[in-house]
């Protein structure tokens, strides 16, 4: 066979034989016609003579390489004769309507439909608000030279174009595209992966636990430091961490391997004393307390003041010489130190069992910062418990941290601790304690003298320091008050049951007793979820219920509506922190027990018509409705809770 000339003719056979020609209604399809174009000459007369050879608008892929004429045929006549293979592109011409015949290429797909993106752009209903723009195709990944791509696909194939001038399209066409058909489908977002089980404690100790005892690093430094400096003792510290994470998780038995694996870490033979065996050690103690393992607290609570004294944490120069020139770790240290110091505090009132120990013990560690600037790594120069002490008299109008003040109120506690026994209700012992919780509070600076901070948020630190001084007021006035006790003699959860006699009317100390369960009460009402606080909050919420309770178990109450809403307050409140700890859950039972003792009490002399004298027929139905209200919220909260 002769090679084809590019100036020779077509063959008189593919012409006269029939073979299609292209037709000009659709570019670079095929018909079947053989008919001639008549012509006149110029005496008139009409001749018939071969038509022009029509216009092709998509040559292949061979010829246009070659910049040959294409005739349009499917193979075309040069790809037929070189014996190559023809392949067509896609036209970038307007779609001019169905094409008449089939196409004869076995690989070549029809469009289905007029483009989306030719005409009026406006008026298509798979726009989503954008204006319109052109188009270009995007590149298949995998180019197949035997698949031949339609002139007019439904999604537009031309060159790729960046994504930020792309508008979005829904895609009808999506269910039933072939897999190499390109969609403009939005790409699904990897999800992300799903923590594990240690992963969630880990943030459930940080988000639910750590205001309460901010004194390890911050939780952003502590992965650093976890990260460019691991020890067996940070392990620990973790460990410790994941146990209080999962007080708050639900996770089932591993909450108790992951304490045995805290201890065990904190017990090795090979386990060096340094400040973070300190705070893991404080960790598991504060988690044990809350617990009910109160005994098995006690015992590493006297390890970890061993362990703290014999490395000096005590001691001023230690935040410098351990804090490798790290701000943060300094200050992590120095609130190791006295939050060491506020727990064994309130372990001690709280239990009435140990002494306060470290109280005896002299300290000259410097004070802590305020949490904000703990948490950002903003610490500023340190002040000390001397400035604090001297600043009335020093002239110094300046304003402390919050740990600085609960550090205070921790220290009067171990004052009224230390002092003799008082027998007497006008024992002078008692004017010189009351002395010290009347100057700390009316020394407070207006920012301190509630639980919010100055962004309106939970002051954690000062919501401890308020009730630990409303405690020390309860254990020190209420054994001179008048209040009967014997009633809730069974509320003995967090601490024994101390007798008080019964008086005729209500003295001083009286007063400032039920004041301060008032107060105590009141501080459940804050608008932040009530297991946010440390559980030591259990046991001051008993404190003040019993004080409630032995007020309500008299006859003759003039604000007894009040005093009912303080007991729901302290019910309601133990009920929900009794999902976290189990030391509330205790206390709550014992507290509801006795209600609805004293309740049947009242209840059983109200038969008796001298228990109405004084009372007007409005008092007497408004004490029963509320004596029935009381009761019913009581049964509602036991279902609940025998339903969980």
């Known amino acids: 066979m002769e090679p084809f000339s590019p100036e020779a003719p077509l063959s008189s056979a ?105 005409g009026a752009v406006e008026s298509c209903p798979m726009l989503l608000g954008h204006t319109p723009v052109s188009i270009p195709t995007p590149t298949v990944s995998t180019f197949n030279p035997s698949i031949v791509l339609p002139e007019q696909s439904p999604v537009g194939y031309t060159a790729p174009s960046a994504m930020s001038t792309m508008p979005v399209y829904r895609n009808p066409f999506a269910p039933t595209m072939e897999g190499n058909a390109l969609a403009l489908t939005t790409i699904p977002q990897t999800q992300p ?14 988000h639910c636990f750590y205001a309460a005892h901010p004194f390890v690093l911050p939780k952003e430094f502590f992965i650093r430091l ?31 391997t992951y304490l045995d694996e805290a201890i065990r870490l904190c017990y090795l033979p090979t386990t060096a004393k340094d400040g973070f065996l300190i705070q893991a050690l404080l960790l598991i103690i504060v988690g044990l307390d809350g617990s009910c393992q109160q005994e098995r607290a006690r015992e590493l609570l006297a390890d970890c003041e061993r362990y703290a004294i014999e490395i000096d944490l005590n001691k ?11 701000p943060v770790l300094e200050e992590s240290w120095r609130r190791t130190w006295w939050d060491l110091y ?4 309130m372990i001690a009132g709280v239990h009435r069992v140990t002494n306060f120990l470290l109280f005896d013990i002299s300290a000259d560690v410097a004070l802590p910062c305020e949490e904000h600037q703990y948490l950002t790594g903003r610490i500023p120069p340190p002040s000390y418990m001397e400035d604090f002490d001297d600043q009335i008299f020093s002239g110094e109008d300046r304003e402390f941290s919050s740990f600085a003040y609960r550090i205070a109120a921790a220290r009067n506690l171990g004052r009224f601790m230390r002092t003799p026994q008082m027998i007497f209700p006008d024992d002078e012992n008692i004017s010189r304690v009351e ?19 100055k962004a309106c948020q939970l002051d954690e630190m000062m919501f401890q320091a308020h009730f630990i001084t409303h405690a020390c007021t309860i254990m020190l006035h209420q054994p001179f008050s008048q209040l009967d006790t014997s009633p809730v003699q069974a509320v003995n959860s967090c601490a024994p049951h101390r007798p008080v006699a019964s008086g005729d009317n209500f003295n001083a100390h009286t007063r400032h007793t039920i004041t301060a369960a008032c107060e105590i009460s009141k501080m459940v009402t804050q608008a932040v979820p009530i297991t946010s606080h440390t559980h030591f909050f259990t046991c001051v919420l008993t404190m003040s219920s019993i004080v409630h309770l032995s007020k309500w178990a008299l006859y003759f109450i003039e604000d007894e509506e009040d005093l009912r809403q303080q007991i729901r307050l302290n019910i309601g409140a133990l009920n929900k922190l009794s999902k976290v700890w189990k030391a509330a ?7 509801k027990g006795v209600a609805q003792d004293i309740y049947r009490e009242k209840k059983a002399h109200q038969i008796s018509p001298a228990f109405w004298v004084g009372f007007t027929q409005e008092q007497m139905i408004s004490s029963i409705n509320a004596d029935e209200g009381i009761m019913s919220e009581f049964n509602i909260l036991q279902q609940v809770t025998q339903a969980q």
């Open 14 to 118: 593919a012409s006269s034989s029939g073979s299609p020609t292209v037709s000009s209604d659709s570019p670079g399809t095929a018909t079947s016609s053989s008919t001639v174009a008549p012509s006149a000459t110029t005496d008139g007369r009409v001749s018939q003579q071969p038509a022009a050879p029509p216009s092709v608008p998509a040559a292949c892929l061979a010829c246009r390489g070659k910049h040959l004429k294409c005739d349009g045929l499917t193979p075309c006549s040069r790809c037929t004769i070189s014996n190559s293979e023809c392949v067509y592109v896609a036209s970038r011409r307007g779609y001019k309507g169905p094409r008449r015949n089939t196409a004869h290429n076995p690989h070549k797909r029809h469009a289905s439909s007029s483009p989306p993106y030719a």
């Open 316 to 326: 001023r120069e230690f935040a410098t010489l351990h804090g490798h020139g790290n």
């Open 342 to 345: 506020v727990c064994d505090g």
């Open 193 to 206: 992966p799903v923590a594990s089980l240690a992963e969630r404690c880990f943030d459930a100790f940080y």
């Open 226 to 256: 976890l990260k460019e400096s691991p020890s067996p003792n940070l392990e620990a510290v973790m460990a410790a961490m994941r146990y209080l994470g999962a007080l708050y998780v639900d996770c089932g038995p591993t909450k108790a």
């Open 585 to 591: 859950n205790t206390a709550w039972g014992q507290v």
């Open 435 to 453: 002395a010290l919780l009347t100057n700390w509070r009316i020394h407070l600076p207006d920012s301190k003298r509630d639980d919010l901070n």
